[in-house]
């Protein structure tokens, strides 16, 4: 499996000053996405151990919030095995950092719950071109949602993050 990009210090991706990553390889094909050059699987840099290192020690800094992972699809199952890896590895180091995963997929289509289990915030569901709001805040069409799992397991129902309460509000 390959990656895009890493970002050292993102703050354009969830709360805070993050580390980003962006998978390689996305089957969606959503009109308009985003970041096209992200959706052929062979393109990208090789995803190994030595990448998930490096990520692990660019989120050492305390001013580091957490870890945000896009795409491409990180849960496409060319990806999800790599992504289960680094979100394992992630939390093992820094239980008190957050995760944010952006996917494709809506929550109820995600057949391997267990990776769930790891990640803060999904932001689910394919980007829809008519649906597109510049104002949404960390996604780009109104279909998807940002929602908070530490509350969803919680409540045992679908939770909201709560800016995106207010964006709906
Ligand atoms: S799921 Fe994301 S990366 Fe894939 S095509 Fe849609 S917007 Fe682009």
Redesign the pocket.
């Known amino acids: 499996m390959k990656y895009h990009k890493i970002r050292k210090m993102d703050i354009a991706n969830g709360p805070g000053v993050r580390v980003s990553i962006f998978f390689q390889g996305?089957a969606?094909?959503?009109k308009n996405?985003?970041?096209?050059e992200?959706?052929d699987f062979n393109q990208g840099i090789e995803f190994t151990e030595k990448t998930i290192m490096q990520i692990i020690k660019l989120c050492q800094e305390d001013y580091i919030k957490g870890l945000s992972i896009l795409?491409?699809?990180p849960l496409h199952p060319i990806n999800i095995n790599g992504t289960k890896k680094l979100v394992q590895k992630m939390k093992e180091k820094y239980p008190n950092k957050t995760i944010w995963l952006?996917?494709?997929y809506k929550i109820e289509k995600i057949e391997e719950k267990e990776i769930l289990n790891k990640i803060d915030v999904l932001i689910d569901g394919?980007?829809e071109e008519e649906l597109y709001d510049p104002n949404l805040k960390w996604k780009?069409s109104k279909n998807q949602r940002v929602i908070d799992l530490n509350r969803s397991r919680q409540t045992k129902k679908l939770e909201l993050y709560e800016t995106e309460k207010e964006s709906i509000k």
């Open positions: 996305c969606f094909h959503c996405c985003f970041n096209p992200t959706h795409g491409g699809e952006w996917t494709g394919p980007f780009g």
